[in-house]
């Protein structure tokens, strides 16, 4: 490597391509962590130039202020084509710089200084090139990023920027949406430039001061184009023959905002794939663009991606991405994988076969990461669309890993009509744990397990295969209630307590689900159901009668029995949160009736025909409730 450090107007003079490789990462900065600070560091020095012309004293030197480094790699090129480099580090800082250099250059054209506004042309756009829709670009963002980077360029003006980006306001949003990020950094620093521009030396530069005399506004954009041409530097770290761009991007990793593990394996793979004499542009725009470009459901924003989207994995938050990677990793090295090392773990698996294709992994990656998008998110109503949704209710994601398994890699291997049965028996195993509190502890290596065993045998899989391994006795996770421990904990334990309420609006949505029959219309609950104690929680006399006294036993007083029963779900139901905010705390007599009336839940149609609510009355619900949930979630006496 050679390293040089460039005042940023040498770095953006001469006629260059900076090409920030199209696997990596689309545009992060964001005002408060990158531009603002940026922005201060710039203005400070445009200060200092601006002082020591105060003093009339233009000999006096002023201090440079070094920016950080960026990371090149020389691209060969050919014939009358522009001199490239590709962007190993620091394209986040090179695309900012470019968007303020737009933004300064557009602010001057609206003046009378003409000719400063051609200087800072030069420094945004290469000249007289042949490739002019393409070569004409200093820098040359990511695939996802290039429509709004070369919208941002030409548009000329903050004016007709904000035009073509418009502010949109979902309904009832009480915040418009957010603008592309390339856009707001143009925005946000042509408003810093405008008011440095106009405001007075004793004033602030971010006063927004709009009216001073026209020589001094001419003086401030001066000083501030001395400061970037001067005294903003940046270093320059050039590859060479010999370097590997692969090492040295993961080094320089802990600078500016963090990678993401999806990241890392992005670079790696595409570099892996330009050793290989692939073509990137086709594998990304064939395979990877799905990560960067799919947009997200419906309710989740507009403008949102699908992939980048965050989800809950235990007590930390990741993105989609980084999930299905984790999982998918797990799945194909079928080892245990701590989510803290995915990246290496990712590394060490791909270079255990050194002759392993980019083109026909990212194919697998495809293939296998639209089936778990529809695990995350899914929209249909077959068996496995409602185990996936189940599942995140149980939030459990051990299983993952298995479910890969069974719907992408061994999917051939899974018998005709065999797969509602397994997932029957899957979500069987977990809803019956979470019911008996038997912990999730040692999911991981069980399902670990689990999937090692598939992968291992060439033998079709089953319902009973997997039913063997659930009820093994000496499996690490632990067994699998049967119906008489099953209707113990769902009779007796105070569930509503000891589990999240999402959890118990599942268990009550999937009694609710098989209590249709074929001779009832199916019902599509629009608004969020909410669980309502029929009982109610802060129950009080007269209103709500105290327990009867041989309600107790020897071990439990009537009061603590009542306090149990109280949070089983035989006294829980499910309502819509304007119906449960009427009916509440209120007698029987009034709630009976109103549910009735309002819900159109098969869970609700019981209370037609009881006229008193108590402790008995509680358990003789709950026992119906668990008739219907033994068959929901069947668990065989032995394996067949």
């Known amino acids: 490597m050679r390293s040089t450090n460039l005042p940023l107007f040498d770095l953006f003079q001469r006629q260059r391509r900076y090409v920030v490789p199209l696997f990596q990462r689309p545009y992060v900065w964001e005002q408060e962590e990158q531009w603002e600070p940026l922005w201060q560091d710039i203005a400070g020095r ?100 290039r429509r709004d980077f070369e919208a941002t360029l030409a548009s000329g003006s903050f004016q007709a920027l904000e035009a073509k980006y418009p502010l949109q ?38 006063t927004g001061v709009s009216s001073t005399q026209p020589a001094f506004a001419s003086e401030r954009a001066h000083a501030l184009y001395e400061a970037l041409r001067r005294h903003i530097q940046i270093v320059v770290i050039e590859l060479e023959d010999d370097d590997d761009p692969q090492v040295i991007f993961e080094t320089l990793n802990a600078r500016g905002v963090p990678l993401l593990p999806s990241d890392l394996i992005r670079n790696f793979v595409f570099l892996r794939a330009t050793q290989q004499g692939e073509s990137t542009e086709d594998l ?40 299905f990677m984790h999982h998918y990793v797990q799945y194909r090295s079928a080892q245990d994988l701590p989510i803290g090392h995915l990246f290496q773990a990712f590394r060490t698996w791909w270079e255990s076969n050194p002759t392993r294709s980019v083109s026909d992994e990212l194919r697998e990656l495809r293939r296998h990461s639209d089936v778990f998008a529809s695990v995350l998110v899914p929209d249909g109503d077959g068996r496995t669309d409602v185990f996936a949704k189940r599942l995140n209710a149980l939030d459990t994601t051990t299983v993952y890993p298995v479910l890969l398994m069974l719907l992408v890699g061994g999917k051939e291997r899974v018998g005709s009509g065999e797969l509602d049965g397994i997932v029957t028996d899957l979500e069987s195993y977990l809803v019956r744990r979470m019911v008996c509190d038997l912990g999730t502890k040692n999911y991981n290596r069980f399902f670990l397990s689990m999937l090692q065993k598939l992968r ?57 689900r098989a209590m249709r029959t074929s001779k009832q219309e199916a019902v599509t609950i629009n608004g969020r159901l909410t669980v309502e104690h029929v009982l109610p929680q802060q129950w009080e006399p007269p209103t709500w009668p105290e327990p009867a006294d041989e309600a107790g036993s020897d071990d439990e007083s009537t009061s603590e029995r009542r306090a149990r029963l109280l949070h089983s779900l035989g006294n829980l139901t499910l309502l819509t949160q304007e119906l449960n905010s009427s009916v509440s705390n209120g007698p029987f007599a009034m709630k009976r009736p109103e549910i009735a009336r309002q819900s159109g839940l098969r869970l609700n149609t019981y209370f037609q025909d009881v006229v008193d609510w108590d402790e008995a009355e509680i358990i003789k619900r709950g026992e119906l409730l668990l008739e219907h949930a033994k068959r929901i979630w069947p668990r065989p006496q032995s394996a067949a």
Not at 465 to 487: V, Y
């Open 456 to 512: 291992a045998s060439s033998e079709p899989i089953s319902r009973s295969t997997i039913q063997q391994m659930l009820l093994a006795p000496d499996g690490s996770a632990g067994e699998w209630p049967d119906d008489k421990k099953f209707a113990k904990a769902w009779l007796e334990r105070p569930l509503y307590e000891t589990l999240k309420p999402m959890r118990c609006v599942m268990l009550l949505e999937a009694v609710d």
């Open 46 to 145: 445009a200060e200092a130039v601006l002082e020591r012309d105060a003093r009339g004293s233009r000999s006096d030197k002023i201090g440079s202020h070094f920016l950080g480094a960026i990371v090149l790699n020389q691209i060969k090129v050919y014939g009358r084509q522009v001199d490239t480099v590709e962007v190993i580090d620091g394209q986040q800082r090179l695309t900012t710089l470019q968007i303020m250099l737009a933004a300064f250059r557009d602010e001057v054209m609206q003046t009378e200084e003409k000719r400063l506004a051609d200087d800072l042309e030069r420094f945004t756009e290469n000249d007289g090139v042949r490739d002019a829709e393409v070569e004409r670009f200093k820098v040359w963002p990511t695939n996802a990023d």
């Open 284 to 323: 990304y725009s064939t395979h990877w663009a799905e990560y960067d470009e799919r947009p997200a459901e419906a309710d989740a924003g507009k403008g949102e991606r699908f992939w980048k989207q965050m989800e809950r994995q235990g007590r930390v938050r990741r993105t989609r991405l980084d999930l």
């Open 169 to 206: 306001w979902r309904k009832y949003g009480r915040k418009p949406e957010p603008r592309p990020r390339l856009v707001e950094a143009y925005l946000f620093f042509a408003r810093r430039i405008r008011a440095f521009c106009s405001a007075s030396p004793m004033e602030s530069s971010e």
